[in-house]
């Protein structure tokens, strides 16, 4: 049955419901966060993917909303790995911690509201395909960060994601790419996006209004340690035209090849080296099967 964490219990998830007239329903005034724990079939244990990293950047979110979860960061991971734990999952997992104005109130303001913490779970496999996608770039904007901060996961933010991607999708294509309003390159729908032009990755500054993506540090860490020397600038729409290789990278991305971009090929238009390298040891790390990462995995005992 599957369970969720919700006003400090664990219930039946179809029992961790709110009003309709929830603030947050109605304003958009909650953060949440993605997190990914992968099945290893030979061990036979789950392990949760970064999961200090992940509440970390949610407290973060919180701290910008002036959201209270009413939990320590140590608190959500004990109550992730329990809600795990009661399940029994024997697949991979995406994990969805929300905190969030709880009140039915009529009042658009983040102050005087009581908050609400919640956490549930549901298995999932890729969540865009893996094996290479073609993108176009979206004529909608990434968001300011002066208008709505990309940088905290704020539900109604992601309206901006379902505008873009719905767009991409009803014209044929797997995905979205985003500019800034000064015309760079920010990010996917929902995901970071990497670069590589003559062996070197390359991937946009956190001031480019993205999302400071916990797999994109990941991703620079292990490209790094493979030889790969990884750049942070600003990069030009006509770049993503000429680049060697491409690819998103986000726990429900994971890592997501892009072998075309507005009909145009990317490089041979197959997946290319650099991307499956990284790709293949990243595949290996979250499953636990390289051990100098095991430190980065909280197991599911």
Not at 22 to 28: E, K
Not at 87 to 111: C, G, M
Not at 178 to 202: P, W
Not at 206 to 213: D, K, M, P
Request: glycine share 6%; net charge negative.
């Amino acid at each position: 049955m599957p369970l969720a964490y919700f006003k400090h219990e664990f219930l039946p998830l179809e029992q961790a419901t709110v009003s309709v007239a929830t603030h947050a329903l109605n304003y958009g005034t909650g953060c949440f966060e993605g997190i990914r724990a992968y099945y290893n079939a030979e061990e036979d244990r789950l392990f949760i993917l970064k999961l200090r990293e992940h509440f970390e950047r949610f407290w973060r979110s919180c701290t910008i909303m002036r959201i209270n979860p009413g939990h320590s960061v140590e608190e959500m991971m004990e109550r992730t790995v329990e809600l795990l734990r009661r399940q029994e999952f024997r697949q991979d997992v995406y994990i969805r911690p929300l905190a969030f104005k709880a009140e039915p109130v009529i009042k658009v303001t983040l102050d005087g509201i009581r908050d609400e913490f919640a956490i549930f779970a549901v298995p999932m496999g890729d969540y865009i395909p893996t094996t290479g996608i073609h993108v176009m770039v979206s004529a909608w904007r990434r968001l300011e960060d002066n208008a709505i901060p990309s940088r905290a996961k704020v539900t109604g933010s992601y309206v901006n994601t379902a505008l873009a991607v719905t767009d991409a999708h009803l014209s044929g294509f797997d995905d979205a790419i985003f500019l800034t309003e000064q015309g760079h390159v920010a990010e996917g729908s929902a995901a970071n996006l990497f670069m590589v032009r003559e062996g070197t990755l390359i991937t946009p500054d956190v001031s480019e209004n993205i999302l400071e993506g916990i797999t994109r540090q990941t991703i620079m860490h292990l490209a790094n340690d493979l030889g790969y020397p990884v750049i942070t600038r600003a990069i030009d729409r006509t770049e993503l035209y000429i680049a060697d290789e491409l690819f998103l990278v986000g726990t429900g991305a994971q890592i997501s090849p892009i072998t075309q971009i507005d009909h145009r090929m990317v490089g041979t238009g197959r997946i290319g080296s650099i991307t499956e390298r990284i790709q293949t040891h990243y595949n290996r790390a979250v499953r636990g099967q390289i051990p100098e990462y095991r430190h980065w995995l909280t197991p599911v005992e």
